[in-house]
DNA sequence: CTTTGGATCGTCT
DNA sequence: GACGATCCAAAGG
């Protein structure tokens, strides 16, 4: 496995599985270790960030702004603390489950637009946190239906961070409705 | 459509 | 004691 900026365009088309529910990725963010000001694993590991160190495939969850869940994959190699941030996905089984979750929701695509949403979608909670996403055993996993990562996805700054703006490490899947913001016009991929 | 501010709490300074 | 890898509702154009 390559660093995280290398993993995170791979997991687009990726089913993400929590039990009965299925979603495919469309979005995802790179954060890499150390070098990184903008990654939690930036000052080395702590209580919360430690499973962030672990073997690749590794889940961390964390707690963002004392609300909100959100989901990573741990990219490795172990120790380094790089992993890549799910920032939305499209719903695909166990849609009677994410809209009772996710009370008030209107539109579908609204379910999973977001790394916040889309853990209260997919069931995912800070207790998963450190599960082997890899096991096809382990309630929480990732898995592929076939399709490929596009050749040619979307990339823009990360979304949400003060820091390192100007590394383009967020990825889309071009032409998904299910992304956390619109496709913007005029196209343009550095 | 865009902008703004409140919620809420574990973690690190 | 301050600050988030966010979300949503409310208010303004």
């Known amino acids: ?34 070098e990184d000001p903008a990654s939690h694993a ?7 960030n430690s499973s962030m160190f672990a073997t690749a495939g590794t889940l961390y969850t964390y ?16 120790g380094v603390g790089g ?3 799910l920032r939305a996905l499209e719903p695909i089984l166990g849609l009677e489950s994410m809209w009772s979750d996710r009370p008030g929701v209107v539109r579908e695509r609204d379910l999973a637009n977001g790394p916040g949403k ?15 996403l890899c096991d096809p055993h382990s309630r929480v996993r990732i898995c592929t239906d076939g399709t490929p990562p596009p050749g ?31 496709e913007r016009s ?3 991929n550095r």
């Open 1 to 34: 496995m390559g660093g995280a900026q290398e993993v995170a365009p791979l997991l687009l088309n990726k089913l993400l599985v929590a039990g009965e529910r299925v979603g495919r990725i469309v979005e995802t963010e790179a954060y890499a270790g150390a």
């Open 42 to 48: 930036h000052r080395g590991p702590t209580a919360r």
């Open 63 to 78: 707690l963002s702004y004392g609300i909100h869940t959100c989901a990573n994959v741990v990219t490795g190699p172990e």
């Open 83 to 85: 992993a890549v941030l």
């Open 118 to 132: 889309l853990c209260r979608a997919m069931g995912i909670a800070l207790a998963d946190d450190g599960t082997d």
């Open 152 to 182: 040619d996805p979307a990339r823009t700054p990360r979304i949400g961070i003060s820091r390192a703006t100007s590394r383009r490490w967020r990825f889309v899947v071009p032409g998904t409705a299910h992304a956390s913001r619109p």
């Open 186 to 188: 005029g196209g343009g």
